[in-house]
């Protein structure tokens, strides 16, 4: 099993372009997480789904992120524009729902830069 | 979810056995305890669960206090790739989802 993939593991861009971070969850899974790790505020949930539906976006801070998962192998985060204060290393990780454990796999990350 | 509390940092001999403790006085009855451990630049690790019984796999035991407002994950054997923050979570698995939030955890060093 090749588990949660990311991609890119690191992203450098100015202030102002478009950022697209993908995950590919693993296979079977229903659940998919985005989360958000800084060193100021930890580790924030940002939204999951549930069988390709968003179930819960209040962790997504504002209206510049944005979250799809176009089917069960493959969901992006995007952020337009980007700004600075976005730097942060962004975890993607999925989950068997409905089995009543749920434990959560996590990707390596994407490092995300914005200068 | 309740939220959890944990000592922001702790030591440990390799070797030794490693108790990381949590409080989650406000725990509700349908809520699990998981744990879950971030070594340096990685993604959080997936330890163990449990609801009221102590619970053993190949990584750890968790160890649940009979009124359920406080645990303790045991590393038995400690090794110096044991460093990392280990999270300490509640949360119901009867809910629309997995809805899992983090604190700040505990940072485990483990010295030689």
């Known amino acids: 099993d090749a588990g949660v993939i990311q991609s890119p593991r690191h992203e450098v861009t100015e202030m102002g372009q478009e950022v697209t971070l993908r995950c590919k969850p693993i296979s079977g899974h229903n659940s998919l997480f985005w989360y958000r790790q800084t060193m100021m505020r930890g580790l924030e949930l940002l939204i999951y789904f549930n069988n390709n539906v968003p179930i819960d976006d209040s962790g997504m801070p504002e209206d510049r992120f944005s979250a799809k998962m176009p089917n069960a192998s493959f969901s992006t985060l995007k952020i337009q524009p980007s700004e600075p204060r976005d730097s942060a290393v962004y975890f993607c990780a999925s989950s068997l729902y409905g089995t009543g454990v749920g434990e959560q796999y996590f990707g390596p990350g994407t490092r995300l830069t914005v200068t | 979810d309740a939220k959890t509390t944990q000592p922001p940092s702790m030591d440990c001999a390799e070797g030794r056995a490693a108790n990381l403790p949590c409080n989650h006085s406000t725990i509700s009855g349908n809520e699990y305890v998981y744990w879950y451990r971030q070594i340096h630049s990685q993604g959080p690790q997936y330890i163990i669960h449990g609801l009221k019984n102590n619970e053993t796999n190949e990584m750890a035991s968790l160890i649940i206090t009979e009124d359920r407002k406080s645990s303790t994950l045991i590393l038995p054997h400690a090794t110096l790739r044991d460093t990392a923050v280990y999270y300490c979570?509640?949360?119901?698995?009867?809910?629309?989802?997995?809805?899992?939030?983090f604190g700040a955890g505990t940072r485990l060093f483990v010295k030689a």
């Open positions: 979570i509640v949360r119901s698995v009867d809910t629309g989802g997995f809805k899992t939030i």
